[in-house]
């Protein structure tokens, strides 16, 4: 049995060709020449596809799109419009319309829009029915912390995910997780069920990126023996990845330009426009603004991937974080190598938060990973870190320092501490702050190591060296 197709619309002429295209493709069309005719043959027909121009003699577009989605919300709808609309297009996306076509339009171009989004939406229908999720599919559950600056970049992706943005640009050191964003962008919208599609342009040689993006047809050049579709194309409905955007070769930057804005392509060798609904993510460890202004980097592309962006921040302003994820990808590791009773030592800790971590949350990853592997172990000390790591940590610095000089641990503590309470001018608060122990321990120290301040009563505290 064939897709229906209605056909709204105003003007005989559009009606008719409208009409016969369809038919020739194997639709069976009904057509109405204004809103309340479309309504009953709605109502009568029960339509799959709706095709109904904005601007209508007896009403509005908008009001007959109302009306056919509370008739029967799973209808497709397509609304033509007129240069100008563009306020009508935006209102009609809100209200529920699936895609709109711009006069003047091409019949075979609408003819394909029919097709694809009726197809898009049988997808979407089936695989939310069936509970679908992709076996590599990342959420928001993937992305891992709980300092104010990741719960941040969450709080972001669902407003994006909310908005509908068509195109986003994702920046941030390398390792801060820019694919995983770009993944949770896809698998916590609409398009979960369509592909996620990857292109490193960093990896592609200049020469055949369009090639890769756009697809060629058989025979453009030697090794071309059948028609190949670019990646672009097997993206359409879901989510185009562009990651190391910012190695993007100066004249693609312009191709890619041009499809961003417009969503249409034509393969290498290719005589037709195709078009395809696809959200654009770039990501990028590069700084744009400067390589535009050098003129490396095109302003206007930059311009058109700015539009909504996210910066990452990197695993040293989540300070808090390390010692959480440490674990959590210890856990992971140690359950996949049966060693699910490892854990990390507060010395081990130590060391982890005191690094600098140029990697950030990949390279802790793979630093934990490391150790569940090749370490037979209940608890991770020191010792099991790299000497990168464990050179870095204050707990080493003071091991350094007791080697060299010949001290005890508690020389060095009390040598620290005297040292500490020096610079802040007797105040015990601020030198407990900076010491990371409470006021109470230092005085207890103090008292232990025989400095004169450990010996003043708290009644005369506050006036002999104390706090003000």
Known sequence: MSDRVLVIDDELGVRRTLR??????????ETAGSGRKGIRCAEEERPHVAVVDLKLGDTSGLEVLRDLKRLQPSMVTIMISAYGEVQDVVQAMKIGADD????????????????????ASRMREEYRSAGWRAPDAVGLDQILGRTEPIEAVRATIRKIVRSGAQTVLVQGDTGTGKELVAR?????????????????????????????????????????????????????????????????????????????????????????????????????????????????????????????????PSLREREGDIAYLAARFVEEFGERADKAEMSLSDEAIECLESYGWPGNVRELRNAMERIVLLEDCQLILPDHLSQKIRGSSTLSRVRGLMSRTGLALAEVEREHIFRVLEETDGNRTRASEILGITRQTLINKLKMYGHPSGTVSEKDSNVAIDEA
Not at 100 to 119: A, F, G, I, N
């Open 20 to 29: 016969r295209a369809l038919e020739e493709e194997g639709f069976s069309v």
């Open 100 to 119: 709109y076509v711009q006069k003047p339009y091409d019949l075979d171009e609408m003819v394909r829009c029919v097709r694809q989004t009726l197809r």
């Open 184 to 312: 949770a962008l896809h698998y916590e919208s609409d398009r979960a069920a369509f592909p996620f599609v990857k292109l490193n342009c960093s990896a592609i040689p200049d020469s055949l990126f369009e090639s890769e993006l756009f697809g060629h047809e058989r025979g453009t050049f030697t090794d071309a023996q059948e028609t190949r579709k670019g990646l672009a194309e097997i993206a359409d409905g879901g989510t185009l990845f562009l990651d190391e955007i910012g190695d993007c070769g100066f004249a693609n930057q312009a191709k890619l330009l041009t499809f961003i804005e417009e969503r249409r392509f034509r393969r290498l060798g290719g005589r037709e426009d195709l078009a395809v609904d696809v959200r654009i993510v770039a990501a990028t460890n590069k700084d744009l603004d400067a390589a535009s202004e050098s003129g490396e980097f095109r302003k206007d592309l930059l311009h058109r991937l700015k539009v909504i962006g996210i910066m990452l």
